[in-house]
């Protein structure tokens, strides 16, 4: 039995480890503190108390020190732990910073853990350095190469402003009496199967092939409302200057039959043109739909400015994110997405003001004092 360091518990003491060893959570380090000194107090051999607990001697005989020397406090908790040192200089860490933000090698798409963790060994003298120690390195300077972001608005210009506020501030009207309508397309692809799918049961999921047959791609025009729970959408073969001209027709004569005015919200795609009209249609059809039409164009690199771009985004994923074999089939989907959206009059809330795009992008907004003084000088 040791004789220099003897737990002798008093009565509180005992009862605050037996409470700590039968309940609640402690850390199983700290149980297990609690567990040597209950049974060093009973008599326990240090050999019994590390066979009982399936621990080292030694370990039990640090836990006598520290409760002779510090109290049942002390012994229960542990010194902080210092570490080992760390692998990399500061001069080094600054190295793999400048390298993560470098371009990575020949034929690679980004840096990974692996390639810097060899690029380093090159560049420094260490023979090696785990993939683990760069991930460290990484984390503490809030690098993570994997990633990429786009940016919506690579500079703000006087022609940017002047599209985005007016956009918005055809959103910000309430209910108007001359109806908003936001136009935008997107492609999508016609893709059958080539083994007929098993229909999911219970305990399985559906099952599909990985092969599937192309069968050529479709367009999908999208029309949405600005102020009300309406929209359409409309499939062709193309996007063609001919099938845009005749969304504006089908807007006109089928849609708003009895509105003096449309304005239309749509970006700067080459077909959405008044000229398209001139190409479709006889001069006075193509002046007749004109009449009745006012293009608002959304800024360059400002399509996000489109509220028919969310729409499009839903219906991307409530409708046309699976296999949709052929153009018949597209069409009527399509359509009984639009009948349900629209019964159900969901509307998109725009949030994004005038003044917000002031407030958030000020800084970014052209300078026109600086343009006064370069013109002046």
């Known amino acids: 039995m040791n004789i220099k360091y003897i737990i002798d518990l008093n009565e509180e003491e005992r009862k605050s480890l037996l409470e700590l060893t039968q309940g609640g959570k402690p850390g199983a380090r700290k149980m297990k503190?609690?567990?040597?000194?209950?049974l060093a107090d009973e008599g326990s051999t240090d050999e019994a108390i590390?066979?009982?607990?399936?621990?080292?001697?030694?370990?039990?005989?640090?836990?006598?020190?520290?409760?002779?020397?510090?109290?049942?406090?002390?012994?229960?908790?542990?010194?902080?732990?210092?570490?080992?040192?760390?692998?990399?200089?500061?001069?080094?860490?600054?190295?793999?910073?400048?390298?993560?933000?470098?371009?990575?090698?020949?034929g690679r798409a980004r840096w990974t853990l692996e390639l810097l963790a060899d690029k380093m060994v090159s560049l420094t003298e260490h023979e090696d350095i785990s993939r683990a120690t760069i991930g460290r390195r990484l984390k503490e300077n809030e690098l993570k190469p994997w990633q990429k972001r786009m940016w919506c608005i690579p500079k703000v210009?006087?022609?940017?402003?002047?599209?985005?506020?007016?956009?918005?501030?055809?959103?910000?009207?309430?209910?108007?009496?001359?109806?908003?309508?936001?136009?935008?397309?997107?492609?999508?692809?016609?893709?059958?199967?080539?083994?007929?799918?098993?229909?999911?049961?219970?305990?399985?999921?559906?099952?599909?092939?990985?092969?599937?047959?192309?069968?050529?791609?479709?367009?999908?025009?999208?029309?949405?409302d600005a102020h009300k729970g309406w929209r359409h959408v409309k499939a062709t073969r193309r996007r063609t200057n001919i099938d845009f001209a005749e969304c504006m027709r089908d807007l006109v004569d089928e849609h708003y039959t009895t509105t003096p005015l449309i304005r239309v919200v749509l970006d700067n795609l080459s077909t959405h043109k008044a000229a398209s009209l001139y190409e479709a249609f006889e001069p006075a059809?193509?002046?007749?739909?004109?009449?009745?039409?006012?293009?608002?164009?959304?800024?360059?690199?400002?399509?996000?400015?489109?509220?028919?771009?969310?729409?499009?985004?839903?219906?991307?994923?409530?409708?046309?994110?699976?296999?949709?074999?052929?153009?018949?089939?597209l069409v009527n989907e399509v359509a009984a997405w639009t009948k349900a959206r629209n019964a159900a009059g969901a509307r998109i809330n725009w949030m994004f003001r005038v003044e917000d795009a002031r407030e958030k992008l000020g800084n970014a907004y052209p300078d026109v004092e600086a343009t006064r003084e370069a013109k002046a000088a």
């Not at 229960?76 to 200089?89: I, M, N, V, Y």
Request: proline share 7%; net charge neutral; hydrophobic share 35%.
């Open 50 to 106: 590390a066979s009982a607990l399936k621990t080292g001697t030694s370990t039990v005989f640090r836990t006598r020190r520290r409760f002779v020397e510090g109290g049942i406090e002390h012994a229960l908790t542990e010194a902080s732990r210092p570490g080992g040192s760390r692998k990399l200089t500061g001069r080094e860490e600054a190295l793999l910073v400048a390298t993560v933000c470098s371009k990575p090698p020949e």
């Open 33 to 38: 503190r609690a567990q040597k000194k209950v």
């Open 157 to 224: 210009t006087p022609s940017f402003v002047a599209c985005m506020e007016d956009v918005l501030d055809l959103y910000a009207e309430e209910a108007p009496e001359t109806p908003v309508v936001c136009f935008d397309e997107t492609p999508t692809q016609l893709i059958g199967e080539t083994r007929s799918p098993l229909p999911a049961k219970p305990g399985e999921t559906a099952i599909y092939d990985y092969e599937y047959k192309r069968n050529g791609t479709s367009n999908v025009f999208v029309f949405v």
């Open 285 to 329: 059809e193509a002046r007749r739909i004109l009449r009745r039409l006012e293009f608002h164009f959304t800024p360059k690199h400002g399509s996000w400015l489109n509220m028919a771009e969310i729409e499009i985004g839903v219906l991307v994923s409530q409708c046309l994110s699976r296999r949709i074999p052929d153009r018949e089939t």
